[in-house]
């Protein structure tokens, strides 16, 4: 029921392998016919189901088993010795679910998957918290995530594809993407969670530029649209802004998907599956900004992750995924010269403007009138009509 891929003039998936776990109609009465056991998705989980179906966590084959998990969270490699940079487990409260069982995994009503249960444990779940986030303070989203609403058990297994979850925009598949990208060109990754401002414009495409990016690269901004934190803007909404804003700009050089992921805020080791995520989608490069993927201290203000944290671990590992880190620029916008790096504002002492997120949001909500070097008038049109 697995079929591998190996696409041409593209960089090789992650392992070598892009699977795809997808079951023809032909297969699937047989395999409706052996479930024992029906168990219900929730948003996060539907998210790490999909990468698995269609290749984007490859070459996994299902959810980890107990020895990946331990392998991943203390050397954030799997038994194999594959890099990955967190666990991807699937959990429940239920005490009837054991090792042979085959569940049938849905969704909002969908039949998503089936699942042949190999492995179910008792995690360690505060040993899982300081080695995958460097913490076990609930003020962590992640720590919160897995200590409150993870089930007691873990369960590892292949999984078995019926469809793909239903959702009000549609994500490319690792082979869809691979199809759509140019071939033999570098592809240069923007990862985002939030609405793509003016900033972050001229950050991706100045990647271009970069000394380790070719002269005819593209962009893919590739943004996660699943589950991130509670107050984040919702990815139906997000991908409105995106949809938006890719006919406004019109740049034949930048390309654009959507990830069904389901951010973590693990800082390091999130940017590492994140990069390795990319490769699986055809990407050469991944952009890696100041604290990617990181996340306050809701009492202190005090950042989990040094600024510069996952770009170093990225590196120390970038040779053996293929891949190349492209910094992001850390820009600033300046009445005189417009968005210039940090250090050209200071050295010719410009006049820099800011404004933070909590006052553009306050801004939006009352109505007024948005900076326009702030941010696109699209995207702000979007965000007031949501």
């Known amino acids: ?18 699977v795809n776990r997808m ?3 032909a297969d699937r009465p ?5 479930v024992t056991k029906t168990v219900a998705c929730g948003d996060r989980e539907a998210c790490d189901l999909e990468l698995l179906l269609v290749g984007g966590f490859s070459p996994l084959r299902g959810f980890m088993d107990e020895q990946d998990y331990h392998a991943v969270i203390d050397t954030m490699r799997t038994s194999s010795g594959l890099l990955f940079g967190l666990p991807v487990v699937f959990h429940t409260d239920r005490e009837d679910i054991a090792p042979g069982d085959r569940l049938l995994l849905t969704y909002r009503g969908q039949f998503l998957a089936v699942m042949d249960v190999s492995s179910k ?5 505060p040993w899982e918290a300081q080695q995958c986030y460097g913490t076990t303070s609930i003020e962590h989203p ?11 058990y873990y369960l590892g297994g292949s999984v078995h594809g019926l469809s793909l979850p239903h959702r009000g925009f549609s994500c490319q598949t690792p082979t869809q993407l691979r199809d759509h990208l140019p071939k033999g060109r570098d592809v240069v990754a923007f990862q985002c969670r939030n609405p793509i401002h003016k900033a972050h414009y001229a950050l991706f495409t100045r990647a271009l530029e970069a000394k380790n990016v070719s002269s005819d690269a593209v962009v893919l901004v590739h943004p996660t649209c699943g589950p991130t934190q509670g107050d984040d803007i919702p990815g139906e909404v997000r991908v409105k802004t995106y949809e938006r804003l890719a006919a406004e700009v019109n740049n034949p050089r930048i390309y654009w998907s959507y990830l069904p992921y389901s951010m973590h805020m693990a800082g390091p080791r999130e940017a590492l599956q994140h990069m390795i995520i990319r490769k699986n989608y055809g990407c050469t490069h991944f952009i890696i900004g100041r604290d990617m993927a990181g996340c306050k201290s809701s009492m202190t203000r005090e ?4 600024p510069y944290d996952a770009q170093d671990l990225a590196r120390t590992h970038c040779h053996e995924l293929g891949m190349q880190v492209v910094p992001s620029l850390n820009l600033v916008y300046t009445e005189e010269e417009g968005y210039i790096s940090t250090d050209r504002a200071e050295e010719k002492n410009l006049h820099v403007k800011t404004l933070s997120g ?29």
């Open 1 to 18: 029921m697995t079929a591998i891929i190996s696409p041409p003039s593209h960089i090789a998936p992650h392992g070598n392998s892009l």
């Open 23 to 25: 079951v023809s109609e």
């Open 30 to 34: 047989a395999l409706m016919a052996s």
């Open 121 to 125: 444990w008792l995690p360690n779940k």
């Open 142 to 152: 992640a720590v919160r995530m897995i200590s409150g609403e993870r089930g007691r």
């Open 303 to 306: 950042d989990f992750y040094g």
């Open 358 to 386: 909590t006052k553009f949001r306050q801004m939006l909500r009352s109505g007024e009138d948005i900076p326009e070097w702030f941010a696109f008038r699209s995207v702000v049109d979007v965000l007031r009509a949501a």
